[in-house]
């Protein structure tokens, strides 16, 4: 390989970092200071595409001058901006007194909005932008043609990294954003108005998106799906560099662009797991990313969040739990086949996201990667049934088992971190699951998956099945809520409120929470083999992103806090989606407007309404 | 389509009202109408499954405004989003066999979802009619007595194409395909036939970018490295736009030949615009080139009713309908062994000419163009293009005599 093509290539990786290091940038800020897991950060960098792709044309209508196209470009950024100061006012700064994941759970909503508004707004066709004037040409480097914008885009990073630099340094808003990733609480305390700070700082965030966008649109075209492929990319730049820092986030993008371009010419394939292995690796060495620092909260005994107390059954909550149950075993009677079907599921679901609050509601354990465990699970008992020729009862007692115990393998890795940083390498190791499923065609069947995975004779007319599901399910949830009432359940929650203080009484605190993870882990699994069986297929998509933040949407929208939330949230999930899928082809819309309504009406929940209701009867 | 779209409720408002102003010299089609369960990715792939849906409609318009089907009932497509994982498609095909009462499924766009639904529809002994899935699965290794595909798949495209290259003198080849199953398979087909249409040709580079996110720079440098003199491209979409605008400027297609899927086809060439590259040999569909008349009136009811031009989708869901309502009226009866038994070997006179659904492998012989792209104007189409029948592209009979499952 000579040494022009090289250079090339690595700076083909540079560009590449450089535009990811823009939008993670802001990611990274808006994560510092108000501590919200922005889902929507990849629908503004999506919406600065769009809007790029609408604005600069007509611009450049006028002259096709570069002034002009980079005018265009920011305009666009500043709309973003602006889109995200809107996002902040109408509705996060509703959410800023509950807990921090609700935040989350809003944004996921805004996704689901932006992806239906843009198809609605600009049509399913992708549309490509217009090349920037007088950088359309290609630059010989030493023999090789490299395209003149990219050399462009190699130096709007650090150019970026440099006025946020100035920004931050220089100015009392810098300075406050500063202060506020480091103690968001004193910078409250010292009487600084956090309204604005916050609106200020997602406007800032929400402009490096646009940006980001706007600044692709010579190289791609804006389409309605850019927001997910980007998003998992930012958040991946964003960990590894240290939530919060821009210079962290800056080495993480030229780390990985680098990575990325040499790593394709060795495995053609490797872009589909790359930034996850990374991820994953850095993690386990160094638990705060290249250059976080340890959160400065985790010292201190902050206000926990997730189930705090612990009720026993009332005679009303005994009346609903048997109603529920009874209803739950009667609608094979009085319900049609479809109506069956749908149960059915819900009681999957409900199982499996019972298992994923018993991590984050009980444990503080947020896993962003609980399908991993769901989808190992129905992979197991798929391949056992289709390649191994076995029977469904065995298949769906092997499925808990893989389930628990790739749960135990990731978790021992896992249990080590906290907070943001944990949830992250769950992410990735869901991730890297996914990969391997994906791409072992040979076993797994690849993306295709293996279908025939049908239930025993006895077990496969609808009403059979789904009681046995409704008896895995109803005896599964029992269980789990046994394990959160025990002595157990008591020890992961005194972890979770002061890891310092359990582990003063002599807790040991990881094994705990390795043991949670593990049992949860096996809970899922076992609802991931019953939802192989119902479906009659397995493929990657059991264990991918949108089915692991389905879960965290169930849990967060029955409400963490409440025990039982996790069932209500299940069913109220499932039957919102199930009801508009029919009705139009923008059900994601419709869907994302329910979870923003039901956070802002009930944000703690629907069962965390319940409580109240029962508080004040 | 502009709009929040009530699929059902549009669906049957056009048909009642077609129905009532009809043409004189014609019975309108009466009784209660045949459903048609049709669930496709209208959310997430909207660009391929709304102008298929439209044309959809429009044939079965057309069919009931002539009588309809099984002397005289209304032909229903009942549309559902199938939400893109086999997950919700399969929950989505429960739901049209039970509560809406189809008689058969019809659809799906991704291969994973055409497959789980292919082996739902086994096991619940119920006819799918598969329309987009392209992946060689469905008809070879797991096909099944009540599957059957229309489009020609991975295996006949692969195919068309590298014929088309018979001739040419490019010996060393890359492959840049999706990382996903369609791509893996184009490119495993490719390494099998490029023999076969040029002797001696070796394959020098592979690529597999993420589908959704091909790294352009990186990819379009890892190519140009191996210095070859062919390229074998399967990617489309926003994927295709990256990878040839990169490629334009570093001059990866100069002086290269190269063969593409589905490049020329509305649907992808359109958001090319004038990046839309010179001489790649690929399948597609040059609208405005079609010659035969049942076509023409197709595109000119089309571009009437729905003020767009039609795109590949478009012909697949017309020829969709029409396949349909020649089952229907072959085996006049809407039970599933009847009907299954009247698909094999149905001739149909499409748009297209005449598809047959080879009761060997369960696939259809629609065929598609094959051409060389160009650009006019400001959008890119074909030059030189033909149709190819998909029946000189089947699969062998002894290659899907040893790869089909035993019934």
């Known amino acids: 390989m000579d040494l022009g093509f090289l250079l090339v290539q690595s700076l083909s990786g540079l560009a590449s970092a450089s535009s990811l290091f823009v939008i993670a940038s802001g990611l990274t800020l808006v994560f510092g200071v108000t501590r919200i897991v922005n889902f929507a950060h990849g629908s503004f960098y999506m919406l600065g595409a769009y809007v790029a792709v609408t604005v600069v044309p007509w611009l450049l209508d006028f002259d096709r001058s570069p002034l002009l196209f980079f005018c265009g470009v920011l305009i666009s950024a500043a709309v973003v901006g602006l889109l995200g100061v809107l996002m902040e006012i109408l509705l996060l700064r509703r959410l800023y007194k509950v807990p ?102 997602l406007f800032l965030g929400a402009f490096l998106a646009g940006l980001g966008g706007a600044l692709q649109i010579p190289r791609v075209s804006a389409s309605s799906q850019m927001d997910l492929s980007i998003i998992t990319e930012a958040f991946v730049v964003t960990v590894i560099g240290g ?19 040499f790593g394709v010419l060795i495995f053609p394939k490797i872009t589909l797991v790359l930034v996850f292995l990374l991820m994953a690796v850095v993690l386990v060495v160094k638990p705060w990313g290249l250059l976080g620092r340890p959160e400065p909260a985790a010292g201190r005994a902050a206000l926990p969040e997730g189930v705090l107390a612990m009720p026993r059954f009332g005679v009303w909550e005994k009346a609903i739990a048997a109603v529920a149950v009874l209803a739950t075993l009667a609608v094979p009677v009085f319900g049609d086949a479809y109506t069956v079907k749908v149960v059915t599921e819900v009681l999957i679901f409900a199982l499996a996201a019972f298992s994923l609050n018993l991590l984050v509601g009980h444990g503080g354990i947020v896993s962003f990667g609980h399908a991993a465990y769901f989808g190992l699970g129905a992979y197991a008992a798929g391949l056992l049934v289709t390649k191994g020729g076995l029977p469904m009862e065995p298949a769906l007692i092997a499925a808990p088992i893989a389930g628990a115990a790739f749960a135990a393998l990731f978790g021992f890795f896992i249990v080590r971190l906290s907070g943001i940083y944990l949830a992250m390498l769950t992410l990735a190791f869901a991730q890297i699951a996914y990969a391997v499923c994906f791409q072992w065609v040979e076993v797994t069947g690849g993306d295709n998956g293996v279908v025939g995975v049908w239930p025993s004779p006895w077990a496969r007319s609808r009403e059979v099945f789904h009681y046995l599901v409704a008896i895995c399910c109803i005896l599964g949830i029992i269980g789990l809520r046994r394990v959160a009432y025990a002595p157990f359940g008591a020890t992961l929650r005194a972890a979770r409120d002061s890891e310092q203080r359990a582990d003063a009484i002599g807790v040991d605190v990881r094994r705990h929470r390795w043991l949670a993870f593990t049992l949860a882990g096996g809970a899922a699994g076992l609802a991931g083999g019953l939802y192989a069986f119902s479906k009659g297929s397995i493929d990657p998509t059991l264990l991918s992103i949108p089915m692991s933040i389905d879960f965290l949407a169930m849990i967060l929208l029955g409400g963490m806090q409440t025990v039982m939330g996790a069932v209500a949230g299940a069913a109220a999930f499932h039957t919102i989606k199930d009801f508009f899928m029919p009705l139009t082809d923008h059900w994601r819309f419709f869907l994302g407007a329910s979870i923003i309504a039901l956070v802002l009406i009930f944000p703690r929940g629907l069962s965390g309404a319940y409580g109240a209701l029962r508080r004040r009867a | ?405 035993r019934a």
């Open chain 1, 243 to 261: 939530m919060g820092s821009v210079p962290g986030a800056f080495l993480a993008a030229v780390l990985i662009g680098q990575l990325n371009s």
């Open chain 1, 100 to 201: 921090e994941l609700f935040q989350l759970l809003a944004t996921f909503g805004v996704v689901l909005m932006v992806q239906d508004a843009v198809l609605w707004l600009w049509g399913p066709v992708e549309i490509p932008g217009p090349r920037a004037p007088g950088l359309r040409h290609g630059v010989e480097i030493l023999g090789q043609r490299f395209p003149a914008y990219e050399l462009f885009l190699i130096c709007v990073g650090p150019a970026v990294l440099g006025l946020l630099w100035l920004l931050m340094h220089k100015t009392r808003f810098g300075i406050l954003i500063r202060a506020a990733t480091r103690d968001r609480e004193m910078v409250g305390a010292l009487g600084v108005n956090q309204a604005l700070l916050f609106t200020g700082t």
């Open chain 2, 1 to 405: 389509m502009a709009g929040f779209t009530f699929t059902r409720r549009t669906a049957l408002a056009a048909g009642t009202g077609l129905v009532a102003g009809l043409r004189p010299g014609m019975a309108p089609a009466q009784g209660a109408p045949i459903k048609i369960g049709e669930l496709n990715s209208y959310s997430r792939m909207a660009a391929f499954a709304v102008p298929y849906r439209n044309a959809i409609q429009l044939a079965a318009d057309a069919i009931n405004q002539a009588g309809g089907v099984m002397g005289g009932r209304p032909l229903e497509f009942v549309f559902r989003d199938d939400g893109s994982t086999p997950g919700d498609a399969v929950r989505v095909a429960e739901d049209l066999l039970t509560r809406e009462g189809c008689a058969f499924l019809a659809g799906t766009f991704l291969s994973n979802v055409g497959l789980a639904v292919s082996d739902f529809a086994n096991q619940r002994k119920k006819l799918f009619l598969a329309t987009e899935p392209l992946t060689d699965a469905l008809t070879m290794a797991q096909g099944n007595r009540y599957t059957w595909r229309l489009r020609p798949g991975t295996y006949m495209q692969t195919r068309m194409v590298v014929e088309a290259a018979r001739g040419k003198t490019a010996k060393r080849w890359a492959i840049v395909a999706p990382n996903y199953e369609y791509g893996q398979s184009a490119a495993a087909n490719f390494k099998k036939l490029i023999g076969t249409a040029i002797p001696g040709a070796e394959i020098v580079a592979e690529q597999y970018p993420a589908l959704g996110r091909v790294d352009a720079g990186a990819t379009v440098g890892a190519l140009a490295q191996a210095r070859p003199d062919g390229i074998f491209n399967v990617l489309f979409g926003p994927d295709l736009t990256a990878f040839v605008r990169e490629g334009n400027t570093r001059g990866l297609f100069e002086r290269r030949l190269v063969l593409s899927l589905l490049t020329g086809e509305p649907e992808y060439m359109l958001p090319l615009g004038d990046e839309c590259p010179d001489g790649w040999i690929t399948t597609g569909y040059p609208w405005e080139q079609v010659e035969e008349a049942s076509h023409k009136a197709f595109i000119a009811a089309y571009r009437a009713r729905f003020n767009d031009t039609p795109r590949k989708g478009s012909v697949l869901g017309y020829v969709t309908a029409q396949v349909v309502a020649s089952l229907l009226n072959k085996a006049n009866s809407t039970e599933t062994e009847a009907l299954v038994d009247a698909l094999a070997d149905l001739p149909t006179q499409t748009i297209v000419g005449n598809v047959t659904m080879r009761g060997l492998d369960h696939q259809g012989t629609m065929g598609t163009w094959v051409g060389e792209t160009v650009l006019r104007g400001r959008t890119g189409t074909m030059r030189n293009a033909r149709y190819a029948d998909g029946a000189n592209y089947l699969f062998p009979e002894d290659e899907v005599r040893a790869a089909r499952p």
